[in-house]
């Protein structure tokens, strides 16, 4: 046990996973007559042979509603050849078999729930699991021994060839496929052994195997080995411990919490998975032994060291290389599932950035006081979290891997992430929220340029039109600066999209109408694009172009139209658009010339941690060489009219616990560095901003008066907020709010 600890801990971390499910049990009828089963029950005994569509549906939207992410198919084995009342079923309803009618039970779950179906239908052909891999992303079947036991006898589908096959068909057609072996049943070690051989050399051929139950025998009455010895607790922690040592380390071991009375001890023999765990339906195969509830499950899994985090029916290696593994059907469903991970989203009680929903509250401290991870937390497994949060306390500089490491924290890690960054941030900043009075004026929103997160910009090719395509006139603009002076504003701040008809001088037209108008305001404006496109247009130097719009009033850069500064998501999201470099020299110019700007980051379609480590790593490089950063500022995707999303090719935003994550590490990443870090309460509403203010972020951006790109996006925010909004949230917190100028100068103190 202590050598596949080593292993599990290696390959898998501190983190141990499980799927959220519900449980279809589409016929308990089975032509197979395995003596432990009591799943398999007689016509007589049901009110038909085949749940009904509606049934089927009842269940699984009992299981959306709960927060479920995966529909257990479960079913006998071709009952319609051993049974007339089965056969004449799928005749009448026009199915040709028992798997042509969980297809079309699949497809339905799919297509009216979201839900991701998981099948064990036994042993298959190679073509019906060519037809199931179009309606679920994963399939099973437990191999359970190669030995020809007693058990077995009158079960023809449970024959070593048989299973084998099946086991070679899913490699063959690059299914995602849960297997596993039953412990107790009359086999030997050897058997064991044998049968886990079979799975590494069938997994080493195909790479297919994502995960391996280890279960162990229960006597059951009713079943023909209902006076059998149940399956002796060490012999089963024996095989879960030789299941990791003698499997490829890359495949997930799996032991039921329900059929231990003691599951914890389960995790000292190299598990890192529970299995399906059902918030709404009991396990019809073992329906003597309840499901423990998730929050004990947790509490068990976190009293030993680790975390848990939910699942998909595919883990992470298998969602995260879908044209690989997934239907093309099966896509976009497991995308919309998933977190930046190829984790399952938590349920968030429905929050999402930018939608008028109070975010999940996680277990923070009261305000002032320091939270300290409960004894046996994350620490006590030696956790790659932790040890990051030991590095940094020391003074080291976190690198890419030690990010990505940061931003997997779950469970209590995430409260100590953000305790870290928090006492950065006191460190850094002291406890003082700053704000700034600003307006934004989004001049056009035509746009020639087809990012496609974007539903802002009109052009000839917008998915999704929210409003007419429309220009403010130089006239307009400089009202609406009147209008925002008037109204106490510091600031303008200038975004649209890149319209055909301009060249680069309108840039320079526009700044010029804004400090006529109000000659002491200041001209926060124009994105890297946009400075890159105009002075394109212009066939002018960079740094020239820049320098004219100094002369003409503009004093600092908007960080937008960085997105992901990684060109692999660029090439996904934005493939039209400026790339990394040219984003980082543009900053880099305007900084060498004197003018001040900001990093934001979009985070939350189809980038994962990695992206994101990049991202802040590379911003980081450029802030010691220039110093011109004056925050960082997370802008969570918002989904709801996204083109992207509305073309089924993105997620659906970031995760609350990774929104939070992204204020902390960023506050980690640019300790010493960039001293501010920002929270857009335009993509996370007023709640979320508050935590995000626990968790690093010191400044809540502006009140922007007009903000129409996110709303454009589909958020309820965005349109404007008060100081009194702003104040009421930091005496919550017991922390001061003070009035910043666009360059951090305090408002009446320095500056002005």
Request: net charge negative; hydrophobic share 40%; aromatic share 6%.
């Given at each position: ?7 599990r ?9 499980y ?24 016509p007589a005994r049901?009110?038909?042979?085949y749940?009904?569509?509606?049934e ?15 529909a ?16 004449e ?41 060519a ?7 994963s ?18 589908d ?20 849960t ?7 009359g ?10 051989e ?20 229960l ?10 010895l ?12 030789l ?12 032991a ?50 680790f975390?848990?985090a ?13 044209e690989?593994?997934?239907d ?14 190829g ?5 968030d009680?429905?929050w ?5 929903v109070?975010p ?13 991870p409960a004894?046996?937390g ?23 891997d030690?990010?990505?490491?940061l931003f997997?924290a ?13 006492s ?10 700053t ?46 600066t ?22 680069g001088?309108?840039?320079?037209d526009?700044?010029?109408?804004v ?51 990684d060109?692999e ?28 700007s900001?990093?934001?980051m ?8 990695v ?11 450029l802030?010691?060489?220039?110093g ?33 994550l ?25 709640p ?8 690093g ?23 404007q ?22 360059l ?9």
């Amino acid at each position: 046990m202590a050598r596949a600890r080593a292993v599990r801990d290696e390959m898998h971390g501190n983190r141990v996973t499980y799927s959220p499910k519900s449980f279809i049990p589409l016929t308990m009828l089975c032509r197979d007559k395995c003596g432990y089963c009591t799943f398999a029950q007689p016509p007589a005994r049901l009110e038909s042979p085949y749940l009904s569509e509606h049934e089927v549906l009842a269940i699984a939207e009992s299981g959306d509603a709960a927060g479920c992410h995966e529909a257990l198919f479960t079913l006998g084995e071709r009952p319609e050849l051993r049974y007339p009342d089965a056969a004449e079923w799928l005749e009448t309803r026009g199915f040709a078999s028992t798997v042509h009618y969980l297809a079309h039970a699949a497809r339905l779950v799919v297509d009216k729930t979201g839900l991701l179906p998981h099948i064990n239908a036994g042993a298959l052909s190679l073509e019906e699991m060519a037809l199931l891999r179009t309606v679920a992303p994963s399939q099973g079947m437990m191999l359970e021994t190669l030995a020809q036991l007693d058990c077995h006898r009158g079960s023809p589908d449970k024959t070593p060839e048989r299973r084998l096959a099946t086991l070679e068909a899913a490699g063959e057609l690059a299914i995602p496929f849960t297997t596993g072996i039953l412990v107790g049943i009359g086999e030997t070690r050897a058997d064991r052994v044998d049968a886990l051989e079979a799975i590494a050399e069938s997994h080493r051929r195909w790479g297919h195997v994502q995960e391996v139950i280890v279960q162990n025998f229960l006597p059951k009455p009713g079943t023909a080995m209902h006076a059998a010895l149940p399956c002796d607790h060490d012999e089963h922690l024996e095989a879960i411990a030789l299941a990791r040592i003698i499997l490829p380390g890359e495949i997930h071991i799996q032991a039921p919490p329900n059929l231990s009375d003691d599951f914890g001890v389960l995790l000292d023999a190299g598990i890192d998975d529970w299995g399906g765990v059902s918030p709404v339906t009991i396990d019809h195969v073992n329906p003597e032994r309840p499901w423990p509830v998730i929050d004990r499950l947790r509490e068990v899994t976190e009293a030993r060291g680790f975390v848990l985090a939910p699942r998909l029916t595919v883990y992470p290696e298998f969602a995260l290389d879908p044209e690989r593994w997934l239907d093309v059907d099966m896509r976009f469903p497991v995308l919309d599932h998933s977190d930046a991970e190829g984790l399952g989203r938590p349920d968030d009680g429905g929050w999402y950035s930018g939608a008028d929903v109070p975010p999940p509250m996680p277990a923070f401290s009261r305000p002032g006081v320091v939270a300290v991870p409960a004894p046996g937390g994350f620490a006590a497994a030696g956790s790659a979290v932790g040890e990051v949060i030991a590095g940094v306390r020391e003074g080291q500089e976190v690198g890419i891997d030690e990010i990505v490491a940061l931003f997997g924290a779950r469970g209590p890690e995430v409260r100590a992430v953000a305790d870290l960054a928090d006492s950065l941030r006191r460190t850094a900043v002291g406890d003082e929220v700053t704000w700034v009075s600003n307006r934004n004026i989004n001049y056009t929103n035509v746009c020639t340029f087809k990012c496609r997160f974007c539903g802002f910009s009109k052009g000839p090719l917008s998915l999704n039109l929210r409003g007419d395509p429309y220009m403010l006139s130089l006239d307009d603009i400089a009202a609406r600066t009147i209008e925002a002076a008037g109204a106490g504003a510091t600031e303008v701040c200038l975004q649209g999209g890149i319209h055909p008809d301009f060249d680069g001088d309108y840039y320079i037209d526009v700044t010029r109408a804004v400090k006529e108008a109000v000659p002491g305001i200041h001209v926060h404006g124009f994105t890297a694009l946009e400075v890159t496109e105009g002075a394109r247009r212009l066939e002018e130097p960079l740094i020239d172009y820049l320098r004219r719009l100094m002369e003409a009033g503009l004093r600092s850069l908007p960080g937008t139209a960085a997105e992901i500064l990684d060109d692999e998501i660029r090439a996904v999201i934005c493939p039209d658009k400026i790339n990394t470099d040219q984003w980082l020299e543009a900053h880099r110019t305007a900084h060498r010339i004197g003018l001040a700007s900001n990093v934001t980051m979009m985070f939350g379609t189809v980038e994962q941690p990695v992206h994101w480590a990049r991202h802040l790593v590379r911003t980081r490089e450029l802030q010691k060489e220039t110093g011109g950063f004056t925050e960082f500022v997370p802008l969570p995707f918002v989904h709801m009219a996204a083109p992207i999303y509305l073309q089924r090719r993105s997620r659906r935003g970031p995760t609350f616990r990774e929104a939070l994550l992204m204020h902390a590490v960023g506050r980690i990443a640019y300790h010493g560095w960039i001293p501010n870090i920002q929270a857009s309460w335009v993509k996370l509403g007023l709640p979320g901003a508050s935590q995000m203010l626990q968790a690093g972020a010191n400044d809540l951006g502006g009140t922007l008066i007009n903000e129409n790109i996110s709303r454009a996006a589909g958020a309820s925010h965005g349109q404007q907020v008060t100081e009194d909004d702003l104040r009421a949230l930091c005496d919550a917190l017991g922390r001061p709010l003070r009035q910043r100028t666009t360059l951090y100068d305090l408002v009446g103190l320095v500056g002005g």
